[in-house]
């Protein structure tokens, strides 16, 4: 297996851990934002650090050349995939992002230690491709967030039986699964217990309802930095995907498709901010489980576009409808709060990413729902036509809110509203990758098939083509 | 240098223009750096000057040359060679195309002239001509389109323009309900379009114009699918143009987008974006050679929109609403005569029509000004408003005029039989989340209802 030139993943994983034990010794709010801001920063150039090297490397796969893992025998589980290698970075942006457009008016409420600990399970998920880490994991990374609500005395109660049921049917599951599980020989109950698992932590109708109470219950950012990763899919594709048939997988779609629809309906009736942003995420994070299921090299290709390009759009949509909350407080959609003129930016900003989520014409979400649609369509047409029809919903949901936020009235505020250095560099980085995705989306196609058919040799290759192997090969 | 490397060059000028046009006066805006108005207007200028000697030009060599077909290529934007997926950017230079395309820049020049003017120290200047520009990249890209990727990429561009548009006063509730309006109108026909183009790709293996409509230039191409097939594809492809068009019944559209400023109704509503749905069917005329069915379909649809229109805008009381509905007749009727295989004839009443309805919509304003000002020079009203009582009117006519007052109560229908259904079952929805989350939490789940913004405190939940 190719080796890392540096120890990027340890170093991306060890930089926010020392940072959360840094800052949870820290009595200043403010110190420990800048510390945390720094802690994020330079672990996204590790992650960056990671992607660029794996590129050069030209390989399937690759771990760290003197990686901290290899005392406990871990070297062989923390690897780098054509899946994983962008994620990392995508990850870590997340949390940059979201901690750097944390205003003053929030430090006092968010948790910075939890965050960066949160930051390092995360990362370490995604590098992870053994099953039982990856469970153990992801079950770490539920805590943080309950630990939020307790601190804010809210009820826990949805959260944790919706995460228990999560927890419970991953590890049973995964009991279930031997050693000789395959797409050929699919231990079918292992399989229906660890999709389920998986799909109720991606939300999926109607056990979704914990996603809409943890963001009316958490802050923003940690419901957002929770949420937007989107871990349940990465359990699917590395504990499911391995092993499910294509016909289970692709009856599962049909959920996932429901919940797509079903969330972009609700998204357009809702009256909240926060619930709004909520349904909207889900209804594209189903979108995603869609074609992940579809277990076509096209419908694959597309899902894996869609989940850089929403977990982008999607991110700097939060974040533009945080930062507004930051300075109004919570927003109903009901009536129009006109805040257009006191921050042209952050509605840009929500414009952007919301059409860009939706793959609006030139935007980064635009090629990627295309192939989606494309691949959805080979499998089951009506599958096709019903994610044209969530995507015309969300798209009708996105402006209605950005009407309702922005417009529609003359705000009077008696403080400035304007954007903070920090937000601008945020907006400024989700333009870029936004509209630079857009205009030049080759090389992020060409990668994610890459990464789409090598899931799909790993399946027992029945679906790759000697053709496409052999392009395969020659290009690598 | 060869005729050929010619037009290449003229038709990358072509759609160069108002790439560079957005470019220019977005990239500014996020930098939140701020043109003046004179370099607004100087940029905007140049590009539809640029843009229009280009085309003109185009048209020149090819009446020259006998040329009748010009493609211009530009490669695959994404191409997955192993799937026999590519996205390829083409765009062809013909009979329909060149007309339209001139006809754009000659319209948007006109009102991007007569926009300096009229929005000269309006808050929303600049908002203003970076929608033009993403109205007339996507009125360029739709125009010259020769895959049906490339006709939907400029498709949706002029949607979402159209719509910001018709918000464009967005301190007022009604502009924004009504481009809301428009925009969901839009989505659907979004949508329709979309499923086509998908539906197309199945049948014909690939999106482009001449896969499907035969290797003939147009008008002559000869659609390489079945009638049955036709005929879905078709109406797809109609219920796409209704909507863009504001056909019946989505007419609704139309009075609503003159909400937005005397430039934008003008270009837009009553002379560009209005017609781009007709346009499509142009595009894809042969299709209607294949299927009786979707002709008399499209035949039905031109003559039902035309009587409503000529009905509504006879019972308008404001000029822009009459103007809009004039303009539904006229749109209703080239329709017909795309249905009738008057291709030409259809082309030439379009490009009339626009120009016609820009000087119109433009003069529309003043006109009503010069108007007062002879009267209050005269003394009375000119034309002498006197209602003649002794006339009888039959209930059928009071319904009648009742009918076209409330714009055949279209928009009621709408309403009442898809959005509110729709909005209904989804709000029950919600409501039954919220007992179960309640049901889950043991007590109240939904707190964030009871805040509001704009409190003293900025925490959020406690």
């Known amino acids: 297996m190719s080796e890392f030139h540096l120890p990027w993943l340890s170093l991306a994983m060890a930089m926010p851990l020392f940072g959360a034990i840094a ?57 780098v995939d054509e899946l994983s290698a962008p994620l990392l970075p995508l990850g870590a942006l ?37 099953p039982w880490i990856i469970i153990l994991l992801l079950i770490v990374g539920v805590i943080p967030p309950w630990i939020e609500l307790r601190k804010r005395r809210q009820s826990t109660r949805v959260y944790v039986f919706h995460m228990s049921l999560f927890v ?25 217990l660890l999709t389920a698992g998986a799909l109720i932590r991606s939300g999926i109708f109607p056990l979704h309802c914990w996603m809409s109470d943890l963001f009316d219950k958490a802050t923003f950012g940690t419901a957002l930095l929770f949420v937007t990763p989107m871990a349940g899919a990465y359990a699917i594709i590395r504990l499911v995907f391995p092993i499910a048939p294509s016909w289970a997988l692709q009856s599962i779609a049909i959920l996932s498709l429901v919940t797509a629809v079903y969330a972009a309906g609700m998204a357009l009736v809702q009256k909240e901010s926060r619930r709004f942003f909520c349904y909207v995420f889900l209804s594209h994070s189903s979108l995603i489980l869609v074609g992940l299921e579809m277990a076509t090299p096209i419908g694959l290709t597309g899902a894996l576009c869609v989940w850089l390009s929403v977990g982008i759009s999607q991110l700097g949509f939060g974040l533009a409808l945080r930062s507004v909350e930051a300075r109004t407080g919570r927003l109903s959609l009901d009536g129009f709060h006109g805040l257009y003129e006191h921050t042209p930016f952050l509605a840009n900003m929500f414009l952007l990413t919301g059409l860009a989520s939706i793959g609006f014409p030139g935007t980064i979400g635009f090629i990627g729902t295309e192939l989606l649609v494309e691949g959805a369509v080979d499998v ?7 994610v044209v029809m969530a995507t015309a919903l969300n798209g009708i949901a996105v402006v209605k809110a950005y009407f309702h936020v922005f417009t529609g009235t003359r705000h009077v505020a008696t403080a400035s509203l304007v954007c903070r250095p920090s937000e601008r560099v945020t907006i400024l980085i989700m333009v870029v990758l936004i509209i630079g995705g857009g205009v030049y989306p080759q090389p992020g196609v060409i990668s994610r098939y890459h990464a789409a058919t090598s899931l799909i040799k790993l399946r027992g290759a029945e679906s790759v083509t000697p053709h496409q192997e052999q392009n395969l090969g020659s290009e690598k | 240098m060869t005729v050929e490397s010619v037009l290449y060059i003229l038709g990358v000028v072509v759609v160069a223009s108002p790439t560079i046009l957005l470019s220019s006066l977005g990239l500014p805006l996020l930098m ?57 950017l083409k765009f062809v230079f013909d009979r329909l195309s060149v007309p339209f395309v001139i006809l754009t820049f000659v319209l948007c020049g006109t009102v991007g002239a007569f926009a300096s003017v009229y929005l000269h120290r309006d808050r929303g200047y600049r908002r203003f001509f970076l929608l033009y520009a993403l109205f007339l990249l996507g009125m360029v890209v739709s125009s010259l389109a020769g895959t049906i990727e490339t006709l939907f990429f400029g498709w949706e561009l002029v949607g979402l323009s159209s719509a910001l548009l018709v918000a464009y006063f967005h301190e007022r509730p009604a502009p924004v309900r009504n481009g809301l309006r428009v925009w969901a109108t839009y989505r659907i026909a ?36 079945g009638s049955t097939s036709a005929l879905v594809v078709g109406l797809l492809l109609l219920l796409a143009a209704a909507g863009k068009s504001g056909m019946v019944p989505f007419s609704g559209w139309i009075p609503r987008a003159m909400e937005g400023p005397t430039p934008s109704s003008a270009v837009f509503y009553g002379a560009l974006s209005v017609h781009l749905g007709v346009f499509l069917l142009l595009r894809v005329s042969p299709l209607l050679d294949v299927s009786i069915p979707l002709r008399i379909a499209v035949v039905m649809l031109g003559i039902t929109s035309a009587v409503f229109g000529a009905i509504a805008s006879r019972a308008q009381c404001d000029v822009k609403n009459a103007l809009a509905f004039a303009s539904l007749t006229q749109v209703g009727i080239i329709t017909v005569e795309i249905g009738l295989g008057l291709r030409y004839v259809a082309l030439i009443h379009m490009i009339g029509h626009a120009c016609l309805r820009t000087l119109q919509l433009l003069r529309a304003p003043s006109v009503l000004k010069d ?16 209602v003649d009582k002794s006339v009888s ?9 009742r009918f076209a007052m409330e714009r055949g109560f279209l928009d009621a229908l709408l309403n009442r039989w898809i959005a509110h259904p729709f909005t209904s079952l989804f709000r029950f929805c919600d409501s039954m989340e919220k007992r179960w989350t309640d049901l889950l939490s043991g007590g109240d789940s939904h707190g964030a209802d009871r805040l509001a913004p704009y409190g003293d405190s900025l925490e959020d939940v406690e």
């Open chain 2, 371 to 386: 108007y007062r000002m002879l009267e209050n020079a005269v003394g009375m009203h000119l034309s002498g408003d006197t």
């Open chain 1, 380 to 386: 089951y047409p009506m599958i096709g036509f019903a």
């Open chain 2, 190 to 225: 979004d949508a329709a379009f979309l499923i086509a183009a998908l539906a197309m790709h199945h049948l014909t293996g690939a999106g482009d114009f001449d896969g499907l409509m035969g290797s003939g230039p147009w008008p002559y191409g000869e659609a390489a699918i």
């Open chain 1, 94 to 130: 997340l949390y940059f992002a979201t901690v750097l457009t944390t205003l003053r008016t929030k430090i006092n409420r968010f948790s910075f230690a939890l965050t960066l600990f949160s930051e390092a399970v995360l990362l370490a998920t995604l590098a992870c491709r053994e």
């Open chain 1, 23 to 79: 800052v949870s010794v820290m009595r200043s709010r403010d110190r420990a934002w800048k510390v945390s801001v720094a802690t994020c920063g330079v672990t996204l150039l590790f992650a960056c650090g990671e992607w660029a090297d794996f590129a050069l490397l030209h390989s399937f796969q690759a771990h760290d050349r003197w990686d901290l893992f290899r005392l406990f025998n871990l070297n062989e589980k923390f690897v």
């Open chain 1, 168 to 192: 419970g049917l991953l590890v049973v599951g995964q009991c279930l699964v031997g050693p000789e599980a395959s797409v050929t020989d699919p231990p079918v109950l292992a399989g229906c």
């Open chain 2, 32 to 88: 939140g750096l701020h043109l003046s108005e004179a370099t607004q207007s100087k940029l905007t200028k140049g590009a539809v000057v640029a843009g229009f000697l280009a085309s003109v030009c185009i048209l020149g060599v090819m009446l020259v040359s006998g040329l009748r077909h010009v493609p211009i290529e530009f490669g695959n934007w994404v191409s997955l060679s192993q799937e026999h997926f590519h996205f390829h």
């Open chain 2, 393 to 401: 009117i039959s209930p059928s006519r009071i319904w009648l005029y």
